[in-house]
């Protein structure tokens, strides 16, 4: 149980294209999901955090325009790198909390490695 | 405020010898504490938490840790390392749960 998928695992686009990074919660609920951004030999750097059917929370600079969050479904939120350039290449986790559970732990999805050309 | 500090950037142990991976925290509140694990290309992988029960935390692959509040610290450790332990440890605290606060990360190699 407490699986999270993200979808795709690899993207390679072309700089000024935008491209969508899907997250989803495969049997659990999900009020509330988090954006990470990791880079080479780094930690995990959180960029917003997504609650289901509000506006995403961003964490301090971090350009709400060009990442846009949408989490439409307790079970799917969407990350969409605006107009990417090749500064926006890394690998991008998202992670989801479970609902049900009171405090606990965040269940990572497997990553995004994006690359920009 | 919450924040985390993974004393080593780098351990490197030989086969079958013993891992220590060690971790201090901040906390204002009780804390959640986690220890994840990644390999090459990977996302994260959970291998113990400990949420104010037992002080002492079994995980997976024979990892343990164990919560000192006095030390604020929640070392990693196994006994006997293993080739595919080589992979990025994060220690990672949280107060509720919704925010969690990650350390810099410690690569463990595993010299055969």
């Known amino acids: 149980g407490a699986v999270v998928s993200q979808h795709p695992s690899r993207v390679i686009c072309k700089s000024g294209t935008s491209v969508k990074i899907e997250c989803r919660s495969l049997d659990f609920q999900a009020t509330t999901m988090f954006w990470y951004r990791q880079f080479p030999k780094q930690s995990l750097m959180l960029m917003a955090t997504?609650?289901?059917?509000?506006?995403?929370?961003?964490e301090q600079g971090v350009e709400k325009d060009k990442f846009l969050i949408n989490h439409a479904s307790l079970t799917l939120s969407t990350l969409t790198v605006t107009s990417a350039h090749p500064e926006d290449s890394s690998f991008y986790i998202c992670?989801?909390?479970?609902?049900?559970?009171?405090?606990?732990?965040?269940?990572f999805g497997p990553g995004t490695r994006l690359t920009v050309l | 405020a919450q924040s985390v500090t993974q004393l080593d950037s780098h351990v490197s142990v030989s086969e079958g010898t013993p891992v220590l991976l060690r971790c201090n925290y901040s906390?204002?509140?009780?804390?959640?504490l986690f220890w994840y694990v990644q390999h090459p290309n990977k996302g994260l992988q959970l291998l113990l938490k400990?949420?104010?029960?037992?002080?002492l935390v079994k995980g997976i692959n024979g990892f343990e840790a164990e919560f000192k509040k006095s030390e604020t610290s929640f070392h990693l450790t196994k006994p006997s390392a293993h080739m595919s332990d080589a992979a990025e440890y994060f220690c990672?605290?949280?107060?509720?749960?919704?925010?969690?606060?990650f350390g810099t990360g410690t690569s463990l190699t595993v010299i055969p």
């Open positions: 400990y949420t104010s029960a037992a002080t």
């Open positions: 906390s204002s509140y009780s804390p959640s």
């Open positions: 992670s989801a909390r479970d609902s049900a559970r009171a405090r606990g732990e965040q269940f």
């Open positions: 997504s609650n289901e059917g509000s506006k995403a929370t961003y």
């Open positions: 990672v605290v949280s107060d509720t749960g919704n925010q969690f606060y």
